[in-house]
């Protein structure tokens, strides 16, 4: 495994980390948690993403209760706050009073004592962001964050946060969690080159594109009855991707990762990992081989000729962007 350092903080993390969403969260889904959560620990993976909002508190649960073995000092967690968590109108959101709720609810549904990272899971347009940035602040002097983060926020929004931060002199936001992936590379334009400059460095999600970038979706060929897209009817990202064109262009993406003797999934991963801003990309992983065939991508270092060869297969769907 290699380690990065997550933006210009001192908190080095897996270029492969482990999350929760659409994975963990039930019963009969724990035993799954524990058994790749063991063999995340035997590959060298020491991070590990959840959400309160990932089942209500279940994905939580879930990720506390595989990681309740292992030594804290081990590994660094995070989880999130923003998405509905009751009913009541402070219930959701990045006021004061619903960051400290929250993460008070994290840290006992985790079972421990602090979160490294905590991430703001949207931008919140209906509380003034030095309100929000304030009580993260307070959140990490008092010991129950180690360090603040936000997730899917524009180049503008964390332009604004930083100079906040700044100005009161404040900690400050060390990460961004956005999606990328092949057929989502939106960071690219504005994300990226300003958390360079303002010091964060990107936690991405989906850079296997919910699995279409594994090559089990076959263009005219039905759903395989195992497969997320089969089972998951809430999750409208995946359906986005489940067109031809898409899948025709999977496929001569195989062939690239076939000529470098990887797989697919393992060519996907080490083409997100080729950013110098992005600190670790998170898989999600139901099975214990699917973690071991993952984190072989830190090792592949794909040549500037393979990456040309990839941007004009990209060209086919350069204006593809499923709904989010």
Known sequence: MKYRNVGNSGLKVSEIALGSWLTYGTAAEQKAADACIEQAFESGINFFDTANAYNRGEGEKAMGAALKPYQRSSYVLSTKVFFPMGEGPNDRGLSRKHIFEQCEASLQRLGVDYIDLYFCHRYD???????????????????????????????TQITEAAGIAERLNLRPLISNQPIYNMFERYIEREVLPVSA?????????????????????????????????????????????????????????????????????????????????????????????????????????????TLDQIDEILKQVAHFSPKR
């Open 197 to 305: 400059k303002k010091g964060l460095g990107q936690v991405v999600f989906s850079p296997l594109a919910q699995g279409i970038l594994t090559g089990k979706y076959k263009p005219g060929a039905p759903l395989p009855a195992d497969s997320r897209a089969a089972n998951n009817s809430v999750n409208s990202i995946i359906t986005s991707y489940l067109n031809e064109q898409v899948l025709l262009v999977v496929q001569e993406l195989e062939q690239v990762a076939r000529k470098q003797d990887i797989s697919l999934a393992q060519l996907a991963l080490a083409w997100v990992l080729r950013q110098p801003g992005v600190s670790t990309a998170l898989i999600g992983a139901t099975k214990p081989e699917q973690i071991v065939e993952n984190v072989k991508a830190v090792d592949i270092q794909l040549t500037p000729e």
């Open 125 to 155: 347009a209906q509380t003034p962001l030095e309100e929000t940035l304030r009580a993260l602040d307070d959140l990490t002097a008092q010991g129950k964050i180690l360090y603040s983060a936000v997730s899917e926020w524009t180049g």
